[in-house]
């Protein structure tokens, strides 16, 4: 990793404080690996807030086992915006990461951040890249964002409003200044799906800071098969048009018909790698909504042929060696 302070000078130089906090739901099964990851920081200066979120398994437990090395709080189940916002509320650093339960955080992650965020004064957010992996680590393949983003400070308001999320900002490796999120004051609980809350929380950020995202790994985003279930693809894509809906007074006509295709287009892509038979009529309301958009159209087409490769290549596997892929 290219940016971080040595170990000279964390010593000689009182670091600011990064709170850390993890919302716990029913995550029992990679919760310690969770909190491993982040107390094996090289970054020494940081404080661990676990919220339990009213689980039914075994993730208290857990936490128990952790107690001395992080602070943790339990609560009703009311939610992972409101478990991140009691988190913040008992922060004492003037730095916030969040880590979502079930994610994996390398170890010069927060001292190659916070040596940006040194750096870049003006900077609010400094984000980064995870590794999609399956839920015995194996890598997947995902699709980068050729968008020029990286590497600079930057205003993201109008590239999500036209994007949606970009790699680079999530929730898991973003380090963000304290003052920042009491301006927008936290979270907002009343949005029903993760993704739409992650997106309008990053939205009404960039209306008051310019973000820096490395072009650097710093992490592992867990992608669980429940996640991408057929009932959630629906929720999922349903709140983003209610989250389009809500700016809609920032979109010409023209913008706005472009966002809602590639919302639909999105949905299309997901919908077919689940199997769902509607992926093509999701798809001609893209196109009917713009279609210019040739790369959306493209890259549902590729999809549609490595979908096929795979289902022609899947009965062999288990006699020649190759290694199933999730999905």
């Known amino acids: 990793m290219g940016h971080k302070l040595n170990f000279t000078e964390q010593s000689i130089v009182r670091l600011p404080l990064v709170s850390v906090v993890v919302p716990v739901y029913n995550a029992a099964k990679f919760l310690t690996e969770t909190l491993n990851s982040i107390l094996c920081q090289t970054y020494k200066q940081i404080e661990v807030i676990a919220v339990n979120d009213g689980s039914t398994d075994s993730s208290r437990e857990i936490l128990k086992e952790f107690s001395g090395r992080i602070h943790w709080i339990d609560q009703e189940?009311?939610?992972?915006?409101?478990?991140?916002?009691?988190?913040?509320?008992?922060?004492?650093?003037?730095?916030?990461?969040?880590?979502?339960?079930?994610?994996?955080?390398?170890?010069?992650?927060?001292?190659?951040?916070?040596?940006?965020?040194?750096?870049?004064?003006?900077?609010?957010?400094?984000?980064?890249?995870?590794?999609?992996?399956?839920?015995?680590?194996?890598?997947?393949?995902?699709?980068?964002?050729?968008?020029?983003?990286?590497?600079?400070?930057?205003?993201?308001?109008?590239?999500?409003?036209?994007?949606?999320?970009?790699?680079g900002i999530d929730m898991s490796t973003a380090i963000i200044r304290k003052n920042v999120l009491e301006k927008i004051q936290g979270f907002d609980p009343e949005h029903k799906h993760l993704k739409a809350e992650d997106y309008d929380f990053w939205i009404r950020i960039s209306n008051q800071t310019k973000f820096y995202l490395p072009y650097e790994y710093f992490g592992q985003y867990r992608v669980l098969r429940k996640s991408r279930s057929h009932g959630s693809l629906r929720k999922e894509y349903s709140a983003q048009f209610q989250i389009l809906q809500m700016y809609r007074s920032e979109y010409s006509l023209e913008n706005y018909n472009i966002r809602k295709a590639k919302i639909y287009s999105e949905w299309a892509e997901s919908s077919f790698v689940v199997g769902e038979k509607h992926a093509w009529k999701l798809q001609a309301k893209a196109m009917k909504l713009h279609p210019a958009n040739l790369y959306h159209q493209v890259r549902f087409g590729w999809g549609l042929i490595k979908h096929m490769v795979k289902s022609l290549v899947r009965p062999f596997q288990g006699n020649i060696g190759f290694r199933k892929d999730i999905g």
């Open 77 to 167: 189940n009311y939610g992972v915006a409101i478990a991140r916002n009691v988190g913040i509320a008992h922060s004492r650093g003037n730095f916030v990461a969040f880590c979502d339960a079930d994610d994996i955080w390398f170890p010069e992650k927060i001292e190659c951040q916070m040596d940006l965020m040194h750096r870049h004064p003006d900077v609010g957010v400094v984000g980064g890249l995870l590794e999609n992996v399956d839920e015995l680590g194996r890598k997947i393949e995902a699709c980068l964002c050729y968008l020029d983003l990286y590497d600079k400070p930057i205003n993201l308001r109008q590239i999500l409003l036209m994007e949606g999320n970009v790699n």
